[in-house]
């Protein structure tokens, strides 16, 4: 695992913004996996900067982590909307470009299914970004989910509901209790992981992460088991490594 330490949320926003410019340039048809939270919104900005400087990602594809269950069609907060708004809108990339699970699905142990044939039939994930919960969480597997887990429906911790309810106006009750996520088995079949942490919040998790044991205590301490992760954390974030 490379760790990569930056002074600031737009040194990381560019370096990763950079290593998805070079990855367009040698497959313009890649399939970039897009993590929601604040985080990684720093890459997005920075990345439609180059568009906007003539880097084409006409033939770019986008897909999704995770999904909150049970929003209705249309929540700001569905992350379906939330890739629209950060990454496929503000990259201009046209709407058949982006993939995500059903979270309106009736039958969402079929969607879960159906996500991960999505996946594999789009010649799968070239470059996942990914950001960290407070407790180790990446995507929403949330800690002891299988570290060979498919995409599948999980039950969200309290913690991670309070962590998100920033999202809905403080309002703790507003947080689905369900999502649907890639695994962490989903999870490491892309081709390149890029995680994200910034902040003195996320320093214990990174430590986990990056230094602790492999366990399904902490999910992203599966990177470890990766050919191909980066950690790219600022000083904050970095501070117990
Ligand atoms: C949510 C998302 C994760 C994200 C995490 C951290 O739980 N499902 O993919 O990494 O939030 O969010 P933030 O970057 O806002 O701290």
Do not use: W
Not at 168 to 188: A, C, K, M, Y
Not at 216 to 227: E, F, G, R
């Amino acid at each position: 695992m490379e760790v990569v330490i930056v002074k600031d949320k737009a040194a990381q926003g560019e370096l990763v913004a950079a290593a998805v410019a070079r990855l367009v340039g040698e497959k313009p048809d890649a399939l970039l996996g897009v993590a929601t939270g604040s985080t990684p919104l720093p890459v997005y900005e920075a990345l439609a900067a180059l568009v906007a400087g003539g880097l084409d990602v006409s033939r770019l594809r986008v897909c999704q982590l995770d999904e909150y269950v049970g929003l209705p069609a249309g929540h700001p907060e569905s992350y379906r909307e939330v890739v629209r708004k950060e990454v496929v809108q503000r990259l201009g990339l046209p709407a058949g470009s982006f993939l995500g699970p059903d979270g309106g699905a009736g039958d969402i142990v079929a969607a879960c299914a159906a996500y991960e044939r999505v996946l594999a039939e789009a010649g799968g994930v070239d470059l996942q970004i990914l950001g960290v919960g407070t407790d180790g969480h990446i995507g929403f597997n949330e800690p002891c989910s299988s570290l060979a887990s498919r995409t599948r429906i999980k039950t969200l911790t309290e913690q991670t509901r309070v962590d998100n309810a920033r999202f809905f106006g403080d309002d703790l009750s507003q947080v689905p209790q369900h999502v649907i996520t890639q695994g962490i088995g989903t999870i490491l079949e892309a081709r390149h992981l890029v995680l994200l942490a910034t902040g003195e919040g996320k320093a214990e998790a990174v430590a986990a992460t990056v230094e602790g044991p492999l366990s399904a205590l902490v999910p992203a301490s599966a990177l470890q088991l990766h050919p191909h992760a980066t950690v790219v954390v600022d000083e904050a974030a970095a501070s117990r490594l």
